[in-house]
Structures are given as C-alpha cells and as structure tokens.
C-alpha cells in the first residue's frame, strides 16, 4: 500500500475517534477563524477544531490532488497535551502514525 493510501485511512480514522470522543463538531466555526496565522489556529479554534477544519481538510485536499504531502508532521504531541484527560487514546494513536507515515 502507498504512502498516500496510508494517509487516507488515517485520515478517515482520526474522523471516526474524533466522533467516537465527541470531539466532533456539526458546524464549522466561522470563516474568519479559520485564517488565524498562529500555530494550530490557537487563538480561535480550540485543538479539535483545528484538526478537523484545518489539518484534515488540508490533508484530504492534499491525497485527493495528489500534491506533495509534508516531509515531517508532529501532530500527536500538540494533541497529547491540548486533550489531557480526554478520553482520547485511539486518536492520538491515528495521529501518532499520521506523523511517523509524514516523517519517513
């Protein structure tokens, strides 16, 4: 299996822990909150904001192009410490392999 079709399993997978942790939002947040220059959108989405409307948006944008994927991702250890305590272990399992397929 190729690079890409390993990312698009991950990507739908971290869909489905986001819905299974009920971190999954019905309404995106308005369109001026997404051009936040700020790493992970900081100062106006909240990190499972971020990775649904941002990070998987851009990537699926990416696989479906067949554009350039990132050289290095390091995702997992944003998400470790923006969703402490949430019952989030499948997510940051997906985002853990999404980084190490995206650094090979």
Known sequence: MSQVEHLRLH???AQSALR????WAEEAPAPEALLSVQPFCIDTLNFSE????V???RMQHLVDNAL???GNCAIAPM???ALAGLPV???LTVLRSIDELLSE
């Open 11 to 13: 990507l739908q997978a």
């Open 50 to 53: 971020w990775l649904q409307f």
């Open 79 to 81: 998400a470790e410490e």
């Open 20 to 23: 299974a942790a009920g971190l």
């Open 89 to 91: 272990a499948e997510l």
């Open 68 to 70: 350039p994927l990132p």
């Open 55 to 57: 990070f998987l948006v």
